[in-house]
């Protein structure tokens, strides 16, 4: 049922003069029982003294109405005067609604919210006073006027205007949001907007109503957990000390601050270990800073500088308390840390002008205090608050601990390519046989250094021995694994095995390396490994593999093939054989040992990362490092993703007028014969000064052999970088030295020939023995 109004006429005298349906409806008297007597009859009892003084304008009232029926009712009462003419007033039109309507005028006008209602043509008809307090003017300067007449030309208020238009066109209720200033208020709020239509008692729309509700705190709210979810994604995305911090004050400026900086204690951006923040003085790193501004003016430090902050600023207290630390325009350590930034930077004291409010938050991780981080507002209309505070120490404990998880990165990984440093070879040693180049990269990616080495060993009889290998996995674990299998293979090679047996030998040394290590899988503990000795007298190449990349060989005027090499077993596997291959290879033929980060690339197919590599290695190069140099450019991406160690190696060969070779017959008598060929043969070479030891060894390691040993003999002097000499049995037993006692007729000639010689060793054989001795040419 429609409401109708309850509507009066009083005339100046105090008597009713009019009296409306609605009237009768709310006080149960018909008009002819009311109009001519006098209004205070209708009391239920004293006038309010509101009521008296609603009679100079129009003003709200309640009061008790007495019902036909004897019961009060309670109503709204609006007083308006009504004009006689002559200035002065004729009477008073009365209008009376329930108390609902009451409570819901009250309702309106006392709302938290802006409230307004418009006409169809965006007029002004009522203002609650929340709205009056935002636009800063009370309701009659605004009640009847056009809304665009009342507010700056911004495209905020024209798309508000816009919305007023399409709710008053098409009678649809319009929900939106936005970010704008009001004329009362000095910042920028957002504002939640709502608009619907309002209709007579016939549904004829006459209105629209606009209520307007304050979000700013909900907005900020989600514009912070939006940052904390970005920061989430965006900072750490490297092991970088310095590009984390980068992140960190991406995240901050423009969105939560104008200005924002980074610095760190020294220690951070080094390798040593936390230190105690016991002094008020300590020395910060600057690493990274924002501005909103093109350039950054005004900035008093500068990326790698260092500064001391003062003792009462902000940034000193937030180090010495491990808090957020909020400051405003005026405080004392505000006034500190401003005072200081103009001391150093003079000229930036203009672009200063204006900073009202900063934070600083100490970057802390597991405990330990990394740095501070400082944010300013200039532009930005609102001060730092206490949620602001807490935000920021939440993204920069995250941020904290990305920058120590870069650390301790950096510590690991320097740590492990110190020790990975001090177990590869600094320099390869010196010998005739190959001439070699070699390149060792260490990873730079997260995953860290690995366990790649690579290795040259000279041998006895001018041999020598090439190494390339690579443990499993990464960080130091993989460095110190790779210096023991380095160390094992060194000390195997002296002893002179064959590749396959070495390698035999070391992966009993893996197994027993896991087991001690209480590894269940073995194979991760496990490691690839390819073994070659190359001799330049029979040059031929002998090599073995444990699960390592084939080498690459490049023949005199051919190109570049992989050796048809029998893979074998990783290391670690243990129970399985390794075989060699052997090969013979023309002088000045290039071999290439390598390791699989070389060719083991995510991103691409294996076969054409080996096409590459056999194209790169086959291409002709002024020379081996410059050939190396190449390979690796042809064949690595910018980002290696594991270690890569190279060893190139170009083969020479001893010709026949460089080594001599005889039989001895197993007769006392031929060790006179056989000194006596050896002293021609160095005179020969032009080493006469060399003739006396070389037949006192000759002489004795002859009659050891024809004395201990089995026939066939053959003597071998070999002039390489040293002389070389060398005498074979078919006898399996090692000559070892002793002391001889004063009487004993034997037992020292292996103390001489230890005595007289550089080195001297022994080397099993597929038919026996060789006892070898060296000792240095005379122009060494």
Known sequence: MDRVAAMAVIDIRGRVTGWSEGARVLTGHPAEEVVGRPAADLLAGELP???????????????????????????????????GGDGRPAGYAVTAEPPGAALAAQAFEQASMSMSVFDLRQRYLRLNAAACRILGVPETVLTGRFFPDTVADTEENRGLLRHLREVARTGRPVRYERFAA???????????????????????????????????EQYWARRRLTLLNEAATHIGTTLDVVRTAEELIEILVPRYADFATVD??????????????????????????????????????????????????????????GRAVLSQAGEPGFRAWLADRNERAPEGRPHREGVHSMIAVPLRARGTTLGVAVCVRLAHPEDYGPDDAVFAEELTSRAAVCIDNARRFARERTTALALQHSLLPSGLPGQAAL???????????????????????????????????????HGISSSATMGRLRTAVRTLAD????????????????????????????????????????????????????????????????????????????????????EATELELPEGSVVALFTDGLVGHRDRD???????????????????????????????????????????????????????????????????????????????????????????????????????????????????????????????????????????????????????????????????????????????
């Open 264 to 321: 760190l204690l020294d220690w951070v951006l080094g390798t040593d270990e936390p230190l105690m923040l016991t002094t008020d003085d300590a020395e910060l790193h600057r690493v990274a800073y924002g501005s909103t501004r093109p350039v950054a003016l005004g900035v008093a430090v500068r990326v790698g500088e260092t500064q001391v902050y003062p003792l009462l600023s902000p940034p000193a207290r937030a180090l010495r308390e």
């Open 49 to 83: 003294g509101e009521a008296l003084t609603a009679r100079a304008g129009t003003r709200y009232a309640t009061l008790a109405l007495r019902h036909r029926d004897g019961h009060c009712v309670e109503a709204a009462v609006t007083v308006c005067p009504v004009d």
């Open 435 to 473: 001439e070699v180049a070699h390149r060792y990269l260490p990873c730079g990616s997260q995953a860290g250094i690995g366990g790649d080495w690579l290795d040259v060993i000279p041998l006895s009889g001018g041999r020598v021995a090439l190494v390339v290998g690579d443990v499993v996995g």
């Open 182 to 216: 009001a004329p009362a208020l000095n910042r920028e709020h957002f504002w939640s907007l709502e608009m619907w239509p309002l209709h007579d008692a016939t549904g004829t729309q006459t209105a629209v109503a606009m209520a307007a509700y304050d979000s700013s």
């Open 495 to 578: 002893v002179d095995l064959p590749p396959d047996e070495l390698l035999t030998h070391v992966d009993d040394l893996v197994t027993h390396l896991a087991a001690e290590n209480g590894r269940e899988e073995v194979e991760e503990f496990g490691a690839t490994c390819v073994y070659a000795v190359y001799d330049p007298v029979s040059r031929r190449l002998t090599l073995a593999a444990a699960g390592h990349p084939a080498p690459v060989v490049v023949l005199p005027g051919a190109g570049a093939e992989f050796v048809p090499l029998a893979a074998g077993p990783p290391l670690g596997i243990g129970g399985l054989p390794f």
């Open 606 to 780: 294996p076969a054409d990362a080996d096409e590459a590599l056999r194209r790169a290695i086959g291409a002709p190069a002024d020379s081996l490092d410059a050939l190396a140099d190449g390979v690796l450019k042809a064949v690595l991406p910018d980002q290696p993703g594991d270690d890569v160690a190279l060893l190139l190696v170009r083969t020479r060969a001893l010709g026949a007028d460089r080594v001599a070779t005889w039989d001895v017959p197993a007769h006392p008598a031929q060790v006179a014969v056989v000194r006596q060929a050896a002293g021609e043969q160095l005179a020969a070479w032009g080493l006469e000064e060399s003739a006396f030891v070389t037949e006192l060894v000759v002489s004795e390691l002859v009659t050891n052999a024809i004395r201990y040993g089995e026939p066939p003999i053959q003597v071998r002097l070999i002039r390489d970088r040293a002389l070389i000499c060398e005498v074979s049995d078919t006898s399996s037993t090692s000559p070892h030295l002793r002391r001889a006692h004063a009487y004993d007729e034997g037992g020292r000639g292996l103390l001489l020939v230890a005595q007289l010689t550089q080195r001297w060793g022994s080397r099993q054989t597929a038919a026996g023995k060789t006892i070898w001795a060296e000792q240095p040419l005379p122009d060494a």
